[in-house]
């Protein structure tokens, strides 16, 4: 036996009389009976909505707004309820309700040493996610890497990594580096989530023939958040779906390649803007599955030349102290900034061909210049 009460507001033409009614059901093999009213229990408490009038969400309980609709949204949805109302305000900004959105929406933050260190964050998980959400705009400070002194860089550097397939994580990992080491600072940087002989084995369909680049291209997804445990700063270097993907004529595996421009070097030079590249070889199993090969990170100047630990430990603090923001959606911005890197590169390799055309003839006609002067002086004598 199955008893449920409902208190449904009815209206009355007579203020006198009574503004409630209350049914009552109990469901008995399958039959609903509706009960008399003089079997309920007493009505809830008078609203304005009885009378027909216009109510606020003030008059909604701050329970069920908290657990019953504050729960259902996603990050960027919170923070904009919390700029509504000074209750909602506070009810948004509970730690708890950002820590779920955090772990829900990377799924690499839910281990020990990355809940540990969101805490120190100025407020918790919800300055993590205001930093670590936005895309990367371009660097606000062009002098920050000459003026800031080597003792104010990171000292370690924490790496939370997630890769989605249609929405849904498939792989994610964390891993820690040095930075104060000679070998960091003198050697090619570069971040390798995984081991030359790891793989990492997914239930996904390889796809195969024509459609295989166009599949991955849509379907893949990466979020690489770099994190200053010390400065209790983070930004996420990913441009969350793929600006490249290409197939190697050879082995036939893919690579896929995620980025983020990064700017604010000396106006002329290699280092005026920077990209930040991260690339995940996929191949095929016995079984027709997907299989992650690698994920890589590393940092590029224009001219194509890898940068070393020490000029990528720049760039990076720039990045981390640099502005942040959104315009419009973040696959079609990033993708963006990265076809207008692709075109800042290309025109800056043809003045730099030109250049070289230029100093070539001026070479070739020293020379012949120089030949014919040493034979006019032969012939005069």
């Known amino acids: ?50 009378e027909g009038g216009n109510t ?36 948004s900004t509970q730690e708890d309700l950002w820590t779920n959105i955090c772990h829900s929406t990377w799924p690499s933050t839910n281990t020990p040493r990355l809940r540990q260190v969101i805490t ?10 205001s930093d670590s959400f936005p895309l990367l705009t371009t660097i606000s400070d062009p002098t920050a890497e000459n003026s800031a002194p080597n003792s104010d860089r990171p000292s370690e550097l924490i790496s939370a990594v997630d890769v989605y397939y249609k929405g849904k994580p498939i792989f994610c990992k964390v891993i ?20 030359p002989k790891d793989v990492v084995a997914t239930r996904i369909r390889y796809p195969e023939g024509e459609d295989m680049c166009r599949e991955l291209e849509e379907d893949l997804a990466l ?64 079984g027709r599955k997907l299989v992650v090969r690698e994920v890589s990170l590393q940092v590029e100047d224009m001219d194509g030349m890898h940068l070393n630990g020490k000029d ?41 061909l030109r250049t070289e055309g230029t100093l070539d003839m001026l070479f070739m006609a020293f020379g012949v210049l120089a030949f014919a002067s040493f034979w006019l002086v032969v012939l005069c004598r």
């Open 1 to 50: 036996l199955y008893v449920s009460y409902i208190n449904l507001p009815v209206q009355f033409p007579n203020p006198s009389q009574k503004r409630t009614k209350l049914v009552g059901r109990k469901k008995k093999k399958g039959i609903i009976v509706y009960m008399p009213h003089s079997a309920t229990t007493q009505p809830l408490p008078y609203t304005a909505v009885d």
């Open 56 to 91: 606020t969400i003030s008059a909604v309980h701050p329970d069920i707004i908290r657990t019953h609709i504050l729960t259902r949204l996603d990050g960027p949805t919170l923070a904009s309820t919390a700029c509504t109302t000074s209750q909602l305000y506070n009810l």
């Open 120 to 129: 120190t964050f100025p407020t918790g998980p919800r300055s993590f996610f």
């Open 176 to 195: 820690e580096t040095e930075t104060v080491t000679a070998w960091f600072r003198c050697s090619p940087f570069r971040l390798d989530l995984l081991d």
């Open 223 to 286: 979020s690489w958040i770099l994190i200053d445990p010390i400065g209790r700063r983070a930004v996420n270097l990913s441009s969350q779906s793929p600006v490249s993907v290409q197939r190697h004529w050879l082995s036939g595996e893919v690579h896929v390649r995620f980025a983020t421009i990064l700017g604010g070097g000396e106006r002329g030079s290699s280092s005026e803007s920077a990209q930040c590249g991260v690339v995940i070889t996929c191949g095929g199993s016995q």
């Open 312 to 352: 990528s430990l720049g760039i990076l603090q720039r990045a981390l102290e640099g502005k942040m923001g959104r315009k419009g959606r973040r696959e079609e911005e990033g993708r963006k900034r990265y076809q207008e890197y692709l075109e800042r590169k290309r025109q800056r390799k043809e003045r730099q």
